[in-house]
């Protein structure tokens, strides 16, 4: 209980000192310059979104994992699905604060990424982990009407997206073994030095659920990708046009 206080104390400082901005649609950076510099390159590699992708949950009216690499998701409640972000029925997972679903097995590296689109329920909402390790690794959370990622179990340091509108939104978590970048929608964020400590091979991945009963969280999660590299900006914003 501690331990989920000094979270939720160390977050929610974070989410007043940005309660005054404007609310985002995704966040803009100078990307654009990068990926039409890297076109113009006729050396420029392929991009392969399949290099290194660990586990695809795609949720599309199952827990199965679709590369084969890892286990079927784990539900403890009762599982229902919504409409994903293309508007089709039955292929976003859908968490009501009763459910939580366990990955097992997880591979985990000090250069890994986690990608996933979601769709949070109230812009009210308390703190909320909704894709978190029970170790070291990328997680993702919600307060309010702002998201967060950080790498380790005491929430700090994090990375935060200011306000964001109740929609759809494309959410990535890269590591390099040093610094932590946050994603939306293809734009980076921010980013924070947060190096991996713990000297791991695999970890357990919790959908829906943090520390605590109260953490469970209300929204939609669809194709939640895990990679063991870090992805780059380019694969970031090719995924995000998938």
């Not at 997206?161 to 890269?174: D, E, Y």
Request: with cysteine.
């Amino acid at each position: 209980m501690k331990k989920q206080f000094l979270i939720f104390a160390a977050i929610t400082t974070t989410v007043f000192t940005s309660c005054s901005k404007e609310k985002i649609e995704a966040p803009q950076t100078n990307l654009a310059e990068e990926f039409a510099t890297a076109a113009q390159r006729p050396d420029a590699a392929p991009i392969d979104l399949k290099k290194g992708l660990l586990g695809l949950y795609e949720f599309n009216g199952n827990l199965v994992e679709k590369t084969g690499n890892l286990s079927t998701g784990s539900p403890n409640g009762t599982v229902s699905y919504t409409t994903d972000r293309k508007g089709a029925r039955g292929r976003a997972v859908k968490f009501n604060g009763s459910l939580d679903i366990s990955l097992g097995n997880i591979p985990h590296s000090i250069k890994m990424s986690v990608t996933a689109w979601v769709k949070f329920d109230s812009a009210n909402a308390p703190y909320s982990q909704f894709i978190g390790s029970q170790s070291d690794g990328p997680r993702f959370a919600q307060v309010a009407d702002q998201y967060y990622v950080y790498n380790n179990p005491n929430g700090n340091p994090n990375v935060a997206s200011g306000p964001i509108k109740n929609q759809w939104h494309f959410l990535v978590a890269t590591i390099d073994g040093v610094t932590l970048r946050f994603y939306i929608d293809g734009n980076l964020v921010g980013s924070v030095v947060s190096p991996d400590v713990e000297n791991l091979t695999t970890a357990i991945y919790m959908l829906g659920y943090g520390n605590t009963m109260a953490d469970r969280w209300h929204g939609a999660l669809d194709d939640l990708r895990f990679y063991d590299r870090t992805i780059s900006a380019s694969e970031v914003q090719a995924l995000f046009n998938l």
